[in-house]
């Protein structure tokens, strides 16, 4: 093993180990400046989490390695009472060197994960998050911290992904607003960066169908983005107004609304228009697409404090079908709907291929969760659950930056593994090796002694509130509630 490690070390140019040496080392240098309190003690518990042999079991057992040089009790107050400066974090984690698709593309993922606590009656803005169960209809709600993530992906098959920021859902907050502003935030920053500059292709947003993407286009309009989202398979969808037939002309004239559904359809029928992308075989998948196609909207959901008319949003329809499974033949097929219109059959494809690589972003959530051990403290408040958070992005960022500089410590077991192609598990593995070359800021503790505690004999006469779970503002339900006619197009 170790003449494969020395050998795997050689193969990396010396300029190219620099190089990532001096970005891991100035964004640690960065890092510490956003901690606004208790910064040394934040700074080393996020090296304990990156050199911690095994997945994170309990935050308590960090304090016991060489990296995290205080006590039990500095982690404890860290976490509940350290602060960190979350505008300028942001700031530098778009000042990163972020992937990017063919033609130096951005492509960005917006999914949800939630940190679920349901026996912590006394852990304030809890919601009921969804939860697929082990059955196919086995879906259960359980309280718990929905935290939306927003993440840069890498083209080809990876487990690796850049997050960018991370917003907690709270009871009175409208999910597809506070997603509108988070996507916002993450763009502009990314622009002010230099990431983006004009004349660059528009950078493509993607997202499941737990998303109003058609609510996400309209208020990110003004954004050089593309939208791209899956739609459930009854979404009503409208066709273009077609051209109004000359009154020589005999039959029946058109009306202004399309009666054409291509979302209740399993494919192409002949009453369809003819499409501006023919269907066409792009293996392995058999796709079709419709252009200038419309959702119906209503004044429901988010859309229900609209003022006036509801406007007309149009984009690209595109149906999926796997073909080359023989098991999943019958599955049905796939309904994605892009806000780019006039799109041509690359665009098809790079739109249902940065969709695929949007799974990526579970990788993460699985790494952060099983290894990191993101949803494993019990701590009471949501802004320690807040902190936590970030610490972990943090360090799976600094895991990305030392990524060209990790060798393959592998197991008997694995497979050998080139630098590119090293998991985030397989990089921190090493870690170890690679900090004691970068900066560590914090100071060298000063000894004080342990604290008095709570006098012997005494019980704990403040009893910690109880909070109920949910949304705190209801809001009308019905169409005549509000006093506004649905509206179709």
Request: aromatic residues 8%.
């Amino acid at each position: 093993m170790t003449t494969t490690k020395a050998v795997r070390v050689s193969l990396l140019p010396d300029a190219v180990r620099r190089e990532a040496f001096a970005e891991a080392s100035r964004f640690r240098g960065e890092f510490y400046e956003c901690l606004t309190a208790r910064r040394d003690e934040l700074f080393e518990l996020v090296d304990a989490v990156l050199c911690a042999d095994g997945a994170v079991k309990s935050p308590v057992d960090l304090t016991l390695l060489p990296e995290h040089r205080r006590g039990h009790g500095a982690m404890y107050g860290g976490l509940n009472h350290g602060r960190i400066d979350i505008g300028r974090l942001r700031t530098a984690l778009a000042d990163l060197s972020l992937p990017r698709f063919d033609g130096g593309r951005l492509v960005l993922a917006v999914d949800v994960s939630p940190w679920l606590r349901s026996d912590a009656p006394c852990s304030a803005d809890r919601l009921f998050c969804h939860v697929y169960g082990r059955a196919k209809t086995a879906s259960q709600f359980i309280p718990g911290w929905p935290y939306s993530f927003v993440a840069v992906l890498e083209p080809g098959a990876t487990s690796w992904t850049a997050i960018l920021d991370a917003v907690r859902l709270g009871p009175i907050d409208d999910a597809t607003a506070i997603t509108a502003d988070q996507l916002r935030g993450v763009v502009e920053r990314l622009i002010a960066a230099g990431q983006w500059k004009a004349g660059d292709p528009p950078i493509v947003i993607v997202s499941d169908a737990g998303y109003d993407v058609t609510r996400l286009a309209w208020v990110l309009r003004d954004l050089p983005v593309e939208l791209v989202g899956r739609v459930r398979s009854d979404r009503v969808m409208r066709l273009p107004k077609p051209p109004r037939m000359q009154a020589s002309t005999a039959g029946r004239p058109n009306t202004a609304r399309s009666s054409a559904s291509p979302s209740r359809r399993p494919g192409p029928s002949p009453r369809s228009p003819p499409s501006p992308t023919p269907p066409t075989t792009a293996r392995p998948r058999l796709r079709h697409a419709w252009d200038r196609v419309h959702p119906r909207l209503t004044h429901r959901s988010s859309w229900l404090d609209h003022d006036g008319e509801l406007p007309l949003v149009e984009g690209t329809l595109i149906r999926l079908k796997v073909a080359h499974l023989s098991k999943e033949r019958d599955a049905p097929p796939v309904w994605l709907w892009s806000s780019k219109t006039g799109a041509t059959p690359d665009d098809v494809d790079r739109f249902w291929q940065a969709f695929l690589r949007r799974f990526d972003l579970e990788h993460t959530f699985r790494f952060a969760k099983q290894t990191l051990g993101w949803t494993t403290p019990r701590l009471r408040t949501p802004e320690a659950a807040d902190r936590w958070t970030w610490i972990l992005i943090v360090a799976h960022t600094q895991l990305r930056l030392a990524r060209p500089l990790a060798a393959d410590l592998r197991r008997p077991w694995e497979k050998p593994a080139t630098s590119d192609r090293l998991t985030p598990a397989r990089v921190r593995r090493g870690f170890r090796n690679i900090r004691a070359h970068l900066a560590c800021p914090a100071s060298v503790p000063k000894p004080r002694g342990t604290g008095p505690g709570r006098p012997t004999g005494t019980k704990n006469k403040h009893l910690a509130p109880r909070y109920d779970v949910g949304k705190t503002v209801k809001r009308p339900e019905t169409l005549k509630a509000i006093g506004k006619p649905g509206r179709s197009w």
